[in-house]
């Protein structure tokens, strides 16, 4: 993915940062009755040469499964994988003894690290589960396999940019199954969530890029929470940099210069639930 695809005319409050929109219509994905997923990036049978991986970050896939349907068992290894639950029940269960039912404000973090098997299923016989799926590269190799749980509350994140996932060492990470503070993970990738409400505004700021690095990768996501729509995104709208306009399903990858900001506002008339990652 390059930078050299965006103009400035999409960022006109912060000129030096370059947006390039990526449109719910766009994104990979597929209806299979039981499971109805969009993919940012290539993923199973969808393939896009243009959008493999934004630096460590492997997979956005936005998932809603059927009640009492679900993912069997299957293998992970070098990878760090966490999910969030906008709705529903996912129940999650590992080969490493873990069992548990992720309701909305879940965040559930494995670090895959020299193998494990889980199995993703919605137990509830009534209600569709809505959650993302997101992978990223890790940092380091052959490391032992983990999990980890955090919640954050709707209040926690309404008007405010919440960090919920994050690299180990940074502040207020801890390495507890259970806690507060974002889940820890192994890879240079930050996960932040916000549900903004109409008019009002948040702002990532651009950390420093990684040495050698002139710029900082950024992606925006807005949750599509008003249903499944395979069309022109629609629903909650927010504004990015006082230029993109995003609906639910859109997003954008985005680069900056330390200091360089992303400013988010919501121009809609509902609460918009968005993810914004930080890549370095």
């Known amino acids: 993915m390059s930078s050299a695809a965006s103009t400035s005319a999409l960022s006109p409050l912060y000129?030096?940062?370059?947006?390039?929109?990526?449109?719910?219509?766009?994104?990979?994905?597929?209806?299979?009755g039981w499971l109805k997923t969009f993919h940012t990036f290539s993923f199973a049978g969808y393939w896009d040469p243009r959008y493999d991986s934004f630096g460590n970050l492997r997979v956005i896939n936005e998932d809603r499964v059927e009640p009492s349907e679900g993912f069997g068992t299957h293998g992970h290894r070098e990878m760090e994988i966490f999910s969030y639950v906008v709705s529903?029940?996912?129940?999650?269960?590992?080969?490493?003894?873990?069992?548990?039912?992720?309701?909305?404000?879940?965040?559930?973090l494995t670090s895959a690290g020299t193998g494990i098997r889980?199995?993703?299923?919605?137990?509830?016989?009534?209600?569709?589960?809505?959650?993302?799926?997101?992978?990223?590269e890790p940092h380091t190799r052959n490391l032992r396999p983990k999990y980890f749980t955090r919640h954050f509350?709707?209040?926690?994140?309404?008007?405010?940019?919440?960090?919920?996932?994050?690299?180990?060492?940074?502040?207020?990470?801890?390495?507890?199954?259970?806690?507060?503070?974002?889940?820890?993970?192994?890879?240079?990738?930050?996960?932040?969530s916000t549900i903004l409400t109409p008019g009002k505004t948040v702002e990532h700021v651009f950390p420093a890029p990684a040495s050698g690095e002139t710029q900082r990768k950024s992606y925006v996501h807005?949750?599509?929470?008003?249903?499944?729509?395979?069309?022109?995104?629609?629903?909650?709208?927010?504004?990015v940099n006082g230029g993109l306009e995003l609906s639910e399903g859109d997003g954008s990858f985005a680069w900056g210069a330390v200091g360089d900001k992303l400013q988010?506002?919501?121009?809609?008339?509902?609460?918009?639930?968005?993810?914004?990652f930080d890549i370095e």
């Open 15 to 32: 000129p030096n940062v370059k947006l390039v929109p990526r449109p719910n219509t766009e994104r990979g994905g597929a209806n299979h």
């Open 88 to 108: 529903g029940e996912l129940e999650h269960k590992d080969s490493m003894g873990n069992l548990e039912i992720l309701k909305r404000g879940d965040v559930q």
């Open 118 to 136: 889980h199995s993703e299923y919605n137990r509830n016989n009534k209600s569709v589960v809505h959650f993302l799926q997101i992978w990223a």
């Open 153 to 192: 509350t709707d209040e926690e994140k309404t008007d405010k940019l919440v960090t919920v996932v994050a690299p180990v060492g940074s502040e207020g990470v801890k390495e507890e199954r259970e806690g507060s503070g974002p889940a820890p993970v192994q890879s240079n990738v930050t996960l932040k």
């Open 222 to 239: 807005v949750i599509q929470t008003s249903g499944y729509n395979t069309g022109a995104a629609k629903g909650n709208r927010i504004r």
């Open 264 to 276: 988010i506002e919501n121009i809609g008339t509902t609460p918009a639930e968005v993810l914004v």
